[in-house]
Each structure stands twice: as structure tokens, then as C-alpha cells.
């Protein structure tokens, strides 16, 4: 079931390609739904791909395919918002836009993730950044330059609490210091691999370790 914001959204979009064949931008949809930022319009299209409403599609970041509609939408009367039939080609939704996510500061020892909650936001392209809730973290450092993570970089960081064997991760450490690394099991231990042969792998009690985010992406400046 859709929150009203979601039907809304998709309302909306379903009745601009029917109208034009044009999807709307990131800024037509938050206006359209008066919200105050793009990042809610990610929020929501991240919330319609979970439920199977919408997807990505394969080798184009910046398209999605509408799957279907909600029935409440195949009950109303207005011809815009009807399927399209099964034989018709897949309904792209532009996302050739950015969004803005919270910047977090940057990830240095002493520093929980919470600490470093600010009004800063930074803006990411929508086609870097896939389901769930992000921000940013600007890496101090070179601890993780052989995975292509240097100093300066802006980590785009996923939300979760959870990582697997091998992803990097923002790992807070005794709830006192926040590290970016290549997340590991050791036997009933915890490993944090560095990806840069002059620093040694960190080892903890699981206890120790509370895992607040996985990379997802990464921006960088050149000057």
C-alpha cells in the first residue's frame, strides 16, 4: 500500500509521459508534490522501487521503468493514469538530475558519525546513489588509497547497520572514533583492513564495533 505522497508522485509522472511522453525533473516532481527538497523525491522514488512499483534499469543509471499501478489508480476515472498495454515499450522516467544529501563532515578519529550531523548538504548525482537514506562524509587520509579512496574525497555513504565480508564500511569504534574500511571476520573477531600496506589491520570484539554505513559511491574535486 502507498503512502499518499508515493501515489502522488507516481500520479504525477504517469500523467506527464501520457501527456508529452517527457518525464518531469527532479525539481518538477518536488514542486509538483511541494516538498522543500530533491531529496524527498529520492526518498520516495528509492520507496516505490521497494515496493516493486518502479525499477532501475540495467546499464542506465539515469532511466527507470515503471512495473505498475496501484490499483486505487486503475479505479480512477482519469485516462492519464491507465496502464499502458503489455505490449507497449517500457516507460522511462528521466533522472538526469541531483540531489542533496547531508554532509556529515569529515571522518577523523574521535568523531562519532552523530557528532558530525550538521545543516551542510552536498549535491550528488541521483544516478551515484541507489535505495536507502545517504550522506557524506569527506575522507581524511590515505589509509584507503589502493581502493581508489584519497584524501579529499566526498565518501557517499548508505545507511545500514549490517555490512558483508569485504565491503567497506564506517565502522564507530568504542562509540568514540568513526574509520573508513574493508570490513572482515576473523573467527569470532572483527577485522578493519586498511587498503594501504603502511597501516596495519585493525582488530576488535564485535562488542566494539557498531557498523553506521556502507560505500556507495564516491565524488572527488579536482583543482
Known sequence: MLTPKQQELLSFIQTRLDEGGVSPSFEEMKDALDLRSKSGIHRL????????????LPNRARA???????????????????????????????????????????????????????????SVP?????????????VSGDSMMEAGILDGDFALIQRTDV?????????????????????RREGSRV???????????????????????KLAGLLRRYN
Open 126 to 138: 541521483a544516478a551515484l546513489l541507489g535505495a536507502g537514506d545517504h550522506y557524506a562524509l569527506e
Open 64 to 122: 527507470l521503468e515503471v512495473l505498475k499501478l496501484p490499483d486505487a489508480m486503475h479505479r480512477a476515472p482519469a485516462p492519464v493514469i491507465a496502464l499502458k498495454p503489455k505490449a507497449a515499450p517500457p516507460i522511462l522516467i528521466a533522472a538526469n538530475d541531483v540531489i542533496e544529501i547531508p554532509m556529515h563532515g569529515r571522518i577523523a578519529a574521535g568523531v562519532p558519525i552523530e557528532a558530525m550531523e550538521g545543516q551542510a548538504m552536498l
Open 45 to 56: 522514488i528509492n520507496a516505490l522501487e521497494e515496493r516493486g512499483f518502479i525499477r532501475r
Open 191 to 213: 577485522r578493519l583492513d586498511p587498503a594501504n600496506p603502511a597501516y596495519e589491520p585493525q582488530i576488535y570484539d564485535p562488542r566494539q564495533v557498531r557498523i553506521q554505513g
Open 163 to 183: 555490512a558483508r565480508e569485504g565491503q567497506i564500511v564506517v565502522a564507530l569504534i568504542d562509540e568514540a572514533e568513526a574509520t573508513l574500511k574493508y570490513f
